[in-house]
């Protein structure tokens, strides 16, 4: 079966050869299967940003190789294999949301009826199927954040990348969100990489949770995540998440697997 | 709005001819009150009944007539002169948007251009023009005092288009490339509608520099006809007939409301449907 991502030796350098150059990533090795959801994490500066921009070939890797599908990432941007959501949602203010959404299709070429119809289909299922005639500064954060999940998945990748999509919304709003996401990508079995900066964020969404570290960024542990694939408040409140959180925090402090808290029989 | 603030300053005028002094307020010898008599402040009613009168003692027609047709005539050609600087400006700014190293290049140039005055370039455009020959094409005259209302124009829309193509943020920019947008599509899809918050005020600069560009230039230019000529005529005339000036002065700031008049029209079906604080 075809890999989703595959990262295979990279390694990133800004600015390479001048005086300011700044190794941003180094000898990355990372594979994700169709269907699981990833979360890239570490403290700022760490190239968590970076890899993701690696993947959707927005930058080059200075050494090493990126499939995305099975293919160079440069020929999976080209084919739009995947869909992006950034920090900030990004709708074109003078665009409606119906037209937001329909970015993506416009640019591949869809007729305007098929455009359309997919807009709306893709409005009901992050659930603002009224709101496709308004505007985007009618709207609040979290919707904001609903519509660009929704442009970014209308052409049906089967890839989503995620920049911090929840980092500038408020608490509540941000665990409904991520329910919300759980939701939709299992609606819609969407692969995705997701870059956050928050422990419990990166447990409560991911199948997998790639901890990162520091200048020069390189991934120290990647702890897989076995909560189940239906998840909900009760996981919000169970011990082996917590566990899960701790083994995160621990690996981010740079704790060798071994020497971590004893985790699954202390019940 | 507008009536009132209009009455206000007509108000204000009659006061300052009544209770100013008639020789003007001199202090060490420099004046610095104007004169309040009637031949450098006529009354606002006399202005007024100008209008109704004929241009000279004995010609046909009123003045107000007389003004209409050359405030039409400078309408136009500042039209004209508004939509060759707007679409120059609007080349301009995407060739530089696109590469950086016009840019560099060519913005000291321009900003230098609109240091160079106007009646210096207003001989040079009629001698460019009138040597200019291509087939069967002859340089009109009005056409001179259309460009150079177009070299004010220009400016103020490179200068306003530039900075809204290049503000965009790049999170946007990026999600444009990550859909393998070409450089044209961006450029339709993203900048240029990001860019018209910007470019609303610039056209509006545009509007009302066409307007003094072509008045500037038909006086320097000798070109009859518009109302910037009717001006240094009626100036002329000043002594005997005080009133006349103003009639023409008031036609031509009556062609800078309509211009930017017009130019809100526009900026407001650009602007509708955009979030409120960018109205502003």
Known sequence: MTKAVEIRSVSKVFNLGRPNAVEALVDVDLVIEPGEFVSLIGPSGCGKSTQLRLIANLLEPTTGEVLVNGKPAHRARLDQDYGMAFQQAGLFEWRNVARNIELPLELKGWGKDRRRARALEMLALVKLPEFASHYPWQLSGGMQQRVAIARALAAHPPLLLMDEPFGALDEMTREHMQDELLRICGETSTTVVFVTHSIPEAVYLSTKVVVMSPRPGRIIDVVDVDLGARRGVETREATAFFRKVTEVREALRGIPAAHREPAVEAE | ?280
């Open chain 2, 1 to 280: 709005m507008f009536g009132l603030s209009l009455a206000l300053v007509a108000i204000l005028w009659e006061l300052y001819k009544w209770l100013g002094p008639e020789d003007g307020g001199t202090v060490m010898g420099w004046r610095i009150l104007p004169r309040a008599e009637d031949r450098a402040m006529p009354h606002v009613w006399d202005m007024l009944r100008r209008y109704a009168e004929p241009e000279r003692p004995g010609s046909s027609g009123t003045i107000l007539a007389v003004v209409a047709r050359g405030a039409w005539l400078s309408l136009r050609l500042a039209l004209a002169g508004f939509v060759m600087g707007a679409t120059v400006g609007l080349a301009l700014a995407v060739v530089m948007a696109r590469f950086r190293v016009v840019e560099r290049g060519l913005l000291p140039y321009l900003v230098v251009s609109q240091t160079v005055p106007l009646i210096a370039l207003a001989p040079l455009v009629v001698s460019w023009g009138g040597r200019l020959q291509v087939g069967g094409f002859e340089w009109p005259r009005w056409l001179s005092a259309a460009v150079l209302g177009a070299f004010l124009a220009f400016f103020p829309v490179a200068v306003g288009t530039l900075k809204g193509l290049t503000s965009v943020p790049r999170s946007s920019l990026e999600l444009m490339d990550s859909y393998a947008a070409s450089w044209g599509q961006t450029l339709f899809k993203l900048r240029f509608p990001a860019a018209v918050p910007y470019m609303a005020p610039a056209l509006r600069l545009a509007a009302t520099a066409s307007v003094i560009g072509v008045v500037v230039a038909e006086i320097s230019t000798g070109l009859s006809g518009g109302v910037g000529r009717l001006i240094i005529e009626y100036a002329r005339a000043a002594t005997s007939d005080p009133a006349k000036v103003y009639t023409a002065v008031f036609g031509a700031a009556a062609l800078g409301l309509l211009m930017a008049g017009m130019v809100s029209v526009i900026d407001a079906v650009m602007m509708r449907n955009r979030p409120r604080e960018a109205l502003e």
